[in-house]
């Protein structure tokens, strides 16, 4: 394993990516720039292939194993975009996933990996239990574990975004990112932080079970406890034995800022009905951190990653519907 991850890591996963991920556009924040009395951009990660940023990371580490491993598969332990990212590009990649999930993840959930061809292995009655299964398939099948963010590969990955950011902006000066393990904040960070080593990268997370900011905040990872959010793409911990994330954020990352639930419901609302984007809680906290006056100084290039959209039609078409007098207000 390398000792550090570098900017040409971040090339060579792009060059190694590309006919699995697409380039993303970023585009001008029609109905928000005037509020934010600057020029915003969205990266917008949700057209992604499987609605997240995720297949970026899996993507780059799958296709970095060498042939006889990535054919004894991949496995992981994930409910959300990491697992659908890793059973579509093993698909591509044309090796087994095994996604690994409690008897409380729902249905719909299991569903959406088996759409995407992963195979779902159901163990237990938490995400620790459920990692046992994981754990023995590595074990007893050679198969490897594909971690969701502490891993040089999975950072170098999500660090693609950051590259076509730079390309597409390339006086970008403000760069807000929504954390959860940090691996994508890390590879966006590295990015930037390269061409223009002047500008702000900006984490946000929600405010109830925030690892990365409690962690940064004691200076160590630490757990935290997990609580339902919005922005439910963000939970989970950072892992108490964190080898790249933690360090990486302490020393790119400018600052993390956090976000209620309730800011966050008027920010997927806000782009639900004023931008006319389906952005989930976890990819609309950048915005709702601008909407909430909590960037302070928002500069003149601004790029926001609007990360994920994969949310429940309905339960966002109820948060639109609850957040319109809010909506109202902004004329
Ligand atoms: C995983 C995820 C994040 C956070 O990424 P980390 O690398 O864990 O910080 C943000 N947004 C969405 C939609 C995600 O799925």
Not at 56 to 65: D, E, P, Y
Request: hydrophobic share 45%; with cysteine.
């Amino acid at each position: 394993m390398p000792d550090a991850i570098n900017l040409g890591d971040l090339y060579a996963a792009r060059q190694r990516i590309a006919g699995i991920v697409r380039r993303t556009p970023l585009v001008p924040a029609e109905a928000l720039s005037p509020l934010a009395g600057t020029a915003v951009h969205y990266k917008l990660e949700t057209l992604q292939a499987t609605g997240a940023f995720k297949t970026r990371g899996a993507a780059n580490k799958i296709l970095s194993l060498p042939e006889e491993v990535r054919a004894r598969g991949v496995t992981t332990v994930s409910t959300g975009n990491h697992g659908r990212a890793v059973a579509y590009v093993a698909r591509a990649a044309g090796c087994r996933a095994v996604v690994c999930l409690s008897e409380l993840v729902p249905e719909n959930k299991k569903a959406a990996i088996r759409a995407v061809g992963g195979e779902v292995k159901v163990h237990g009655r938490s995400q620790d239990e459920a990692a046992e299964i994981a754990f023995a398939l590595e074990r007893d099948e050679g198969m490897t574990l594909i971690n969701p963010f502490d891993d040089p590969a999975i950072v170098a990955g999500q660090g693609t975004v950051g590259l076509e950011i730079v390309e597409d902006l390339p006086r970008v000066d403000t760069v807000l990112v929504p954390v959860s393990g940090g691996g994508l904040i890390g590879g966006v960070a590295m990015a930037i932080k390269a061409a223009n080593p002047w500008a702000r990268v900006i984490g946000v997370s929600m405010d109830r079970g925030a690892a990365m900011y409690e962690s940064q905040k004691a200076g160590k990872p630490i757990l935290v406890e997990e609580v339902e959010s919005l922005a439910d793409s963000l939970g989970g911990g950072i892992f108490l034995d964190n080898k790249w994330t933690f360090r990486l954020v302490r020393g790119l990352v400018d600052d993390l800022i956090l976000v209620t639930e309730e800011e966050i419901a008027r920010a997927m609302a806000f782009l639900l009905d004023r931008e006319h984007f389906v952005v989930e809680g976890g990819g609309a906290v950048g915005v709702a951190a601008i909407l909430a006056g909590k960037v302070k100084n928002p500069s003149e290039n601004c790029a926001v990653l609007l990360s994920g959209t994969n949310v429940d039609s309905k339960r966002l078409r109820r948060i639109a519907a609850e957040q319109a007098d809010w909506l109202d207000t902004l004329g």
